[in-house]
């Protein structure tokens, strides 16, 4: 945390300097001593300022100023520091106007000039003033900040971006947080620009892209290699085990996420069945560790960037980016994972990113204190996220088609759901529509073997129906099975496709693609496990297969 600052202005240079001498010389130690002659230049500095989450603890104004007087400065200044101290500095012939100022902007003391000597007549007046501000002084939020509504899709992407990628930031709810609207009016915005974003170096953004918050914060490497040994597509657990292992062992290592490290499981409140984690841990904690390992051991890390498409020539593969310049490997490794699957009922798509979220979602959990909230699903993931939403939620519901949960959620999650008393399990039942007017109001629930329905009071739905691949990018001759999952190994055989694209004499590698020295891991390869120990185990088998490759080329 920085030092507070104590904020004198002046226009008369020789006043200026003789008061920031004397402020230096006895306060100089525990606080900033900022000074300017300008009381429009002091005014735009305060606005850096509070954006960049400084805090000025005293104010020290002259009344006589030819750009504005003392006290209409010290009325402005109270708006973006109120709880700052506020003096005066006057001559005897403006005591009229310091009297009324202490009425008119809560003015804390006015001060005579000439103030000698300052151990007489400034300090003990400054002591007293610091003093009592440090007893009503919270140190407020250094970060980034982000404004806006709560139930907005464009915000609910921001927070998910921040959060997947670790960076700390505060949220203000425009319609509850009574300091969200003074951070709009100090930087001259509207409501019509949010959502925006407050960097820590005080610049703000308004309805940022993914992309422009990244930039900003110099999240994507300037200079790539000119030729990486292996680039991963995708920054889930197989592919930060990957580069964990690429980087470790000497591979010169590009990593590449659309969104945020950690894939699904990095959205996961709890993953309770890792091996070496008795008491779990979080798909966040999980992504932190693996992301700062990959990089401490020289892995290069691009997000949030899409690949659209691999080209093949001369042994060397070509990665397009969507926005960004192509970049050469001599072998890739696909782990781009599974999507959510979306939920094609009435109203969904109306509400999505206001109310219902496809996933954890845990950036929107606190929202949910005191709610009646549902959950769409009965895998591990909807099990963790139901847990997870019961320490906030009056009640969550989980909504199955199946008579019960045994079939498909792990014997841990079960018991644990089972002795949650807020937590009511629905089974034999389906959503068939969402309504609300901002936001998620209410859901249809419809009986699957009965087909009578209900309406119930619903703040918020969470859907965990399945997953789909994530490979409708790829446009190059790499084989897919019916359901999109790509093909590895001996498996591809069996595939009259296989010969055509097939070309060396040996079988592909465990973990091969169709196309040699592409790789697949993780859930996107047909036939996964669909665990984060098996992710992370075919990750780091995905980089032995490569050293292999590497050695025939």
Known sequence: MSRPIIFSIDDDPQVLRSISRDLKSQYGKEYKILSTTSANEAYETLIELKNSSEVVALFLCDQRMPEMEGVKFLEKAKKVFPEAKRVLLTAYSDTDAAIKAINDVQLDYYLMKPWNPPEEKLYPVINDLLGDWHSHYIPEFVGMKLVGYQFSPQSHVIKDFLAGNLIPYRWFDIEKNIDSASLLTINNRTTDDLPMVIFEDGSCLTKPTIRDIADKMGKNPTQLTDVYDVVIIGAGPAGLAAAVYGSSEGLKTLLIERKAPGGQAGTSSRIENYLGFPAGLSGADLTRRAISQAMRLGAEFLSPQSVSDIKQKDGYKTIILDDGPEIISRTVVITTGVDYRKLEVKGVDNFTGAGIYYGAATTEASACTGKEVFVIGGGNSA???????????????????????????????????????????????????????????????????????????????????????????????????????????????????????????RDPFLLETSCPGIFAAGDVRAGAMNRVASAVGEGSMAISFVHKYLAEV
Request: hydrophobic residues 40%.
């Open 383 to 505: 099990g963790q996220a139901a847990m997870y939403l019961s320490k906030f939620a009056k009640n969550v519901h989980i909504i199955i088609r199946r008579d019960d949960l045994t079939a498909t959620m792990s014997a841990y999650l079960i018991n644990q759901i089972a002795d949650t008393p807020n937590i009511k399990v629905m089974p034999n039942t389906e959503v068939i529509e969402a309504e609300g007017t901002n936001c998620l109001e209410k859901l249809t629930i419809q009986n699957c073997k009965t087909k009578e329905s209900v309406v119930k009071t619903a703040n918020a739905l969470y859907i965990f129906i399945g997953a789909k691949p994530y490979t409708d990018w790829i446009k190059l001759d790499i084989i897919k099975n019916s359901k999109d999952f790509i093909e590895t190994g001996r498996e591809l055989r069996s595939y009259e496709s296989f010969g055509k694209v097939w070309k060396l004499k």
